[in-house]
C-alpha cells in the first residue's frame, strides 16, 4: 500500500471526495436506461461549441500562465512541457470544433469522422504529454532556450497532424460509420488513452510517496476526470447524446485542475514563497537581538523591528513608519542622527561601529555603537539607508569599571601579585615594587616563593594551598624577604579567578606590609603579658601558662605546684626607704628566684610584692620541696640596694595539681590560701594546701547557698506533729517541723540541711520564718473553727534566742498577725547546752512570756547542765528526748532516764511531754510511770497543715491507755 506524504495528506483527501463525486455520476449514467434513451440533444451544436472552446480557453490560459514566467528563468521543465502540449491540444481542439458536423468548412468539409480524428490527436497528445512528464524528474529548471526548443517541436508536431487530419484523412483508421456509430478502432483508442491516464494516475499515485516540487495532487485529480472523460466517449453512439455531453463536461473539469496545477505552481506557490520569504525576513529582523532600522533618502523611516520602536517610545513598528526623527523620543539628537543619516546617503559610504548616546523615553541616556550603510536601488541609485545599533551601555559602564579597576590596581596601597594557576606571576603593581625591591620585570615569570623568608614550614604552605583549592580564598599572615634580605611580615589575601564555566584562571594577591605594626604589637603584647617593673610575666601571661602546663600534666600523667610567694617585711622596707629602694629590692629578689628555679618553671609577679611560681613535670610530690627551699632561701638572701643591706623572707603557700584538682583560677586561690597559713606558722616557711579541708568547705558553701536559694524560693514548708493526751484522748497542740521541697532530692528532713547553717545568720531568718509561717497557719485554722488547747509549738534554735533584738523581733512577728493570741505560741528551746549567758536568756524567755508567749524545754536529759535549766529557765513544759523513750521498753537504763526526768518535772511543778512513741506499747508504760502527754509515730506522723482538721476529727487513742 502507498505511504502518502504528510504534505499531500489533507490535500489528496478532498481529491479523492472529488474523484468520488465524478464517480457516481459516471457509475449512474451507465446504470440508468433514460442515459441511454436520451439521444439527438437539441441545440447540441452550440452546446458543443461552447464546451470546447471552454477547454480551448482552458488550454490557452495553461500555456499562458506557465510561459509568461520564461523571463525568470524558474520554471519546471515538465512545466513548459505540459504548458506547450496544452498549447498544440488547444490547437488540435480548435479545429475537432470546426470539423464538428453542421459546423462551416474549415478548408475541408465537416464531418463526424473528421471531428473524431482530430478529438482523439488532441486527446492523445494531451495523453503523452502527461505520461512523460509524470515519468521526467521535476527538478530540472527549463532554461530560455529549451522553452523555445520544447515549443517549436511541439509546434511542429501539431502542424503535421493539422495537415494529415485535413488532407490525408486515409491515413487514420475508420473512427465512424453513420447510422453505425462508433468503430472498434475508435472505441480501442479511447480505451487506449484511458489506460495512458490510469497509468499517468497511478504514476502521480506513487510519487505522492516524497514530497514533489510541483502540484501533483491537482494533476492527479485532472487525469482521473480525463480517465473518466474518455470512458464516457466510449459510449456514446451518437456525437449529440448525453455520454458525449458528459464526456466533454468532465474534460473541461480536468483541464480546470490541470490549469489550477500550473497556477498554483507558476503563480500561487511563488507569491507564497514570496510571502513566506517576507515573513521569514520579518522573523529574523524580529529575532535579530540588536536594533535594525531603514530610511528613505529623506531620513524618513521606512521600517524597523519591534526592538527598535520600543526604544522611540512606540508599541509596534507600524507605527514608526513615515515619521522623522523629530517626532521620536530622541527629538532633541534628531538633527545629529539625520547629519549622519545624510552624509551616508549622500557619500554612498557605510559610518561603521561608531559610538553615540541616545534618550530613552523614560528620559536616560544610553550609549550605542552604530552602524548605518547606504540602500542602492535596481539601477544602482541611493535609494535609502538601513541603520544597526547596540545597546552598550553596560559595556560602556563594564569599560569605565575596568578602567577604574586597572587604576586601582596601579596606585593601590597594597602590593598586588596576579598569577597564573601554576603560580608564576603575570603582573605585579607600582607597590609590590616599592614594597618588595623587584622591578616589574624582575618578577614577571617569577613564582611568589621567591620571597619566602624561611620563618614558615612547607606544612603552612601547603595548607594555605589547600584552602586555596577548596575554599577559593585564603587569607593569614606570612613572613617574607624583600630583595635586599630584610625579613618583613605581610598581611595577605589570595583569591581565586574563575571563568564563566567557574574554571580557576588566575589567582589575584593583596598584601600590605604589617612590619611596623608587628613591632609595635610585640610592645603592646609585652606591656599586657609581662610585669614593667620586673619583665617577668604577669597575673594574665602566668594563667595562659599555668593553663598549658595544666594540659600537659594530663597528657604525661604527671603533677605540677602552684606556688604562691608572698614576701615577709616587704612593707617596713617602702615605709622606712621609699618605693624607689623597694622597687630596686624587688627587681634584685626577682632574679634571685628565678635563678632558683629549673629551666622549665615559670615566675611571674602578680602585684605588689606578690609572686607565683609554676613548677612542672613533678613525678611526684616530694620533687617540688628543693625548689621551695631554693626559693625560701633566694628570698632570704641579702640584698645591697644602694648603700643599703636588705634582708627580707617569704611565705609560700604550695597547691598540687592534679591533686587538688580544680580550675586554674581556684588552684592560685588555693595557694593563696596556704600562703596565709604559712604567715600564720611562723612565716619564712611554705605550707601544703589541704585539699581535703578545702572540700568540706566547698561542701559547705554550696549547702549554703542552695539553702539560701530555697529560702529565696519558697521551697521550705512546715508540717504539723499532733501532741495528745493518751488518757484523756484530747488533742492539746501540733508541733511545726520544718521541711524542704528540694526540686530534685524531693522532700528533705530538717536533720539533711539544718547541721549547715548552724552558727550562720541564716538559721536565725529561717527561725523567723517558721515563726511567722506557723502563726499564719494558726490564723487560718481559727477562720476554719479549729481552736487547738495548746499552743502550736515552734523550735527555735539557741543562736536566735540569744540575738540581742530577739524579743523585738518577735513583738513585730505577732504585730504582723494581730488575730493570733500570743498564748497559742509555744516555742521549744533547742541546744539548751549551747547557750552562753542563762540569764540573759532567762530575761529574754520572761519577756515573751510576759506577751503571752510559753516555752517548752526540747529534747531535755541530753545535756550535761539540764538541771540547772530547768531550774532557771521558766520553760513550763520539759520535753523528754526520743532517744530515752524510744528504747525505753528494751533498756532499763533509757527507762530509769524517763521516769527521773517525770519525777523532776513534778517536783519543779513542769509538765511532761514525751516524743518518739511509736507504738501502743509505749504509750501504755509512759502512763504506768506518770506521763499522759506524748507524741510520735505511734500517734500521728508529721502532716500537711491541711490534714490536721481531718486528723483531729478522726483521732482516737487507743482503749488499753483509758
Not at 520 to 536: R, W
Amino acid at each position: 500500500m502507498i505511504k502518502i506524504h504528510s504534505n499531500y495528506q489533507k490535500q489528496i483527501k478532498r481529491a479523492i471526495k472529488t474523484i468520488l463525486f465524478f464517480v457516481i455520476i459516471f457509475v449512474l449514467s451507465l446504470f440508468s436506461s433514460i442515459f441511454y434513451e436520451m439521444k439527438g440533444i437539441v441545440g447540441y451544436l452550440p452546446l458543443h461549441t461552447l464546451f470546447e472552446f471552454l477547454s480551448i480557453i482552458i488550454s490557452a490560459m495553461i500555456f499562458g500562465t506557465a510561459w509568461v514566467h520564461i523571463a525568470d528563468n524558474k520554471n519546471l521543465r515538465n512545466y513548459i512541457i505540459l504548458a506547450c502540449s496544452f498549447l498544440g491540444v488547444a490547437i488540435l481542439d480548435f479545429f475537432h470544433v470546426f470539423s464538428f458536423p453542421n459546423m462551416p468548412a474549415l478548408i475541408t468539409p465537416s464531418g463526424p469522422e473528421k471531428t473524431i480524428n482530430f478529438w482523439l490527436m488532441a486527446r492523445y497528445f494531451s495523453a503523452f504529454s502527461l505520461l512523460l512528464v509524470s515519468l521526467l524528474s521535476w527538478r530540472n529548471i527549463a532554461t530560455r532556450l529549451m522553452h523555445w526548443s520544447i515549443l517549436g517541436c511541439t509546434l511542429s508536431l501539431v502542424v503535421i497532424l493539422v495537415i494529415v487530419g485535413l488532407f490525408f484523412p486515409s491515413l487514420i483508421p475508420s473512427t465512424y460509420i453513420e447510422g453505425q456509430g462508433l468503430t472498434p478502432f475508435k472505441v480501442m483508442s479511447e480505451y487506449t488513452i484511458f489506460g495512458l491516464y490510469l497509468t499517468v494516475g497511478l504514476r502521480l499515485l506513487y510519487l505522492m510517496r516524497t514530497n514533489q516540487p510541483y502540484d501533483v495532487v491537482n494533476l492527479f485529480t485532472a487525469v482521473c476526470l480525463m480517465a473518466m472523460s474518455e470512458l464516457f466517449f466510449t459510449l456514446y453512439t451518437d456525437v449529440t447524446d448525453v455520454f458525449n455531453f458528459l464526456g466533454h463536461n468532465y474534460k473541461i473539469v480536468a483541464y480546470f485542475y490541470i490549469y489550477k496545477s500550473i497556477f498554483i505552481a507558476s503563480i500561487v506557490r511563488p507569491y507564497e514563497e514570496l510571502s513566506k520569504s517576507r515573513n521569514l525576513l520579518s522573523t529574523i529582523i524580529e529575532a535579530i537581538p540588536t536594533r535594525i532600522f531603514w530610511k528613505d533618502k529623506n531620513s524618513r523611516y521606512l521600517g524597523c523591528n519591534t526592538k527598535f520602536a520600543r526604544d522611540a517610545g512606540m508599541n509596534t513598528p507600524d507605527e514608526i513608519i513615515n515619521k522623522s526623527d523629530d517626532e521620536l523620543a530622541w527629538r532633541d539628537l534628531a538633527a545629529k542622527y539625520q547629519s549622519d543619516d545624510q552624509h551616508v546617503i549622500d557619500t554612498g559610504k557605510a559610518k561603521l561601529n561608531y559610538e553615540e548616546n541616545q534618550l530613552t523615553p523614560s528620559g536616560d541616556y544610553i550609549w550605542l555603537r552604530t552602524s548605518k550603510t547606504p540602500i542602492h536601488g535596481e539601477d544602482n541609485c541611493i535609494i535609502g539607508m538601513v541603520g544597526i545599533y547596540d545597546d552598550i551601555t553596560d559595556w560602556h559602564h563594564y569599560q569605565e569599571k575596568i578602567q577604574l579597576a586597572a587604576s586601582v590596581f596601579t596606585h593601590a596601597r597594597e602590593n598586588i601579585i596576579i598569577t597564573d594557576t601554576a603560580g608564576f606571576i603575570v603582573d605585579v603593581n607600582d607597590t609590590f615594587t616599592t614594597t618588595t625591591g623587584y622591578s616589574h620585570e624582575e618578577a614577571i615569570g617569577q613564582n611568589p616563593r621567591m620571597l619566602k623568608s624561611g620563618r614558615q614550614s612547607p606544612e603552612f604552605y601547603s595548607n594555605m594551598w589547600q584552602a586555596l583549592i577548596e575554599d577559593g580564598h585564603w587569607y593569614g599572615e606570612l613572613w617574607n624577604r624583600r630583595k635586599s634580605g630584610e625579613v618583613y611580615a605581610e598581611m595577605k589575601t589570595i583569591s581565586a579567578v574563575y571563568d564563566e564555566q567557574g574554571v580557576t584562571t588566575h589567582y589575584v594577591s593583596l598584601g600590605s606590609d604589617i612590619t611596623p605594626m608587628k613591632k609595635y604589637q610585640n610592645q603592646i603584647e609585652h606591656i599586657a603579658h609581662y610585669d614593667l617593673l620586673t619583665d617577668l610575666p604577669n597575673r594574665a601571661l602566668l594563667a595562659d601558662r599555668l593553663s598549658q602546663a595544666m594540659l600537659q600534666c594530663k597528657r604525661h600523667a604527671q603533677s605540677l605546684a602552684v606556688v604562691f610567694l608572698d614576701l615577709d617585711g616587704f612593707k617596713r622596707v617602702n615605709d622606712l626607704y621609699g618605693h624607689d629602694i623597694g622597687d630596686e629590692l624587688l627587681i634584685a629578689l626577682s632574679v634571685l628566684m628565678k635563678e632558683a628555679l629549673r629551666e622549665g618553671d615559670s615566675l611571674a609577679r602578680i602585684g605588689g610584692d606578690e609572686f607565683v611560681a609554676v613548677l612542672a613535670d613533678l613525678s611526684v610530690v616530694e620533687d617540688c620541696e628543693p625548689i621551695l627551699e631554693r626559693l625560701l632561701l633566694a628570698a632570704s638572701e641579702p640584698v645591697k640596694v644602694s648603700d643599703l643591706i636588705l634582708t627580707v623572707s617569704a611565705s609560700i603557700g604550695v597547691t598540687l595539681y592534679p591533686q587538688d584538682n580544680v580550675d586554674a583560677d581556684l588552684l592560685m586561690r588555693h595557694a593563696d590560701q596556704a600562703m596565709y597559713m604559712a604567715k600564720e606558722l611562723g612565716k619564712n616557711r611554705y605550707h601544703l594546701f589541704d585539699t581535703a579541708q578545702d572540700d568540706a568547705v566547698k561542701v559547705q558553701r554550696e549547702n549554703l547557698e542552695a539553702i539560701r536559694s530555697a529560702l529565696d524560693n519558697q521551697q521550705f514548708v512546715l508540717f504539723y506533729q499532733p501532741k495528745v493526751n493518751m488518757r484523756t484522748g484530747k488533742v492539746t497542740g501540733a508541733e511545726a517541723l520544718i521541711r524542704w521541697q528540694h526540686p530534685i532530692r524531693g522532700l528533705l528532713s530538717p536533720i539533711d540541711f539544718l547541721p549547715f547553717i548552724e552558727n550562720n545568720p541564716m538559721m536565725i531568718e529561717m527561725g523567723e520564718w517558721v515563726i511567722d509561717t506557723a502563726l499564719t497557719q494558726i490564723s487560718q485554722w481559727q477562720k476554719m473553727g479549729l481552736s487547738l488547747t495548746v499552743s502550736t509549738s515552734v523550735n527555735i534554735a539557741a543562736v536566735q534566742l540569744q540575738q540581742p533584738n530577739f524579743t523585738k523581733r518577735l513583738t513585730a512577728l505577732l504585730a504582723a498577725h494581730p488575730d493570733v493570741d500570743p498564748h497559742f505560741l509555744e516555742l521549744e528551746v533547742l541546744e539548751t547546752s549551747a547557750l552562753d549567758d542563762v540569764s540573759h536568756v532567762s530575761a529574754v524567755m520572761n519577756d515573751c512570756i510576759a506577751m503571752g508567749v510559753s516555752f517548752a524545754l526540747d529534747d531535755f536529759g541530753t545535756g550535761y547542765s539540764s538541771l540547772t535549766y530547768l531550774r532557771r529557765l521558766p520553760a513550763n513544759l520539759i520535753k523528754i528526748d526520743q532517744t530515752f523513750v524510744r528504747d525505753m521498753l528494751i533498756d532499763d537504763d533509757d527507762l530509769a532516764i524517763v521516769g527521773g526526768v517525770i519525777a523532776l518535772a513534778k517536783s519543779f511543778n513542769r509538765e511532761v511531754i514525751a516524743e518518739g512513741v511509736e507504738t501502743i506499747e509505749h504509750g501504755t508504760a509512759l502512763l504506768k510511770i506518770g506521763c499522759e502527754l506524748a507524741q510520735g509515730y505511734g500517734i500521728a506522723k508529721p502532716m500537711p497543715a491541711s490534714d490536721i482538721p481531718k486528723w483531729i476529727k478522726g483521732w482516737k487513742p487507743d482503749v488499753s491507755w483509758q
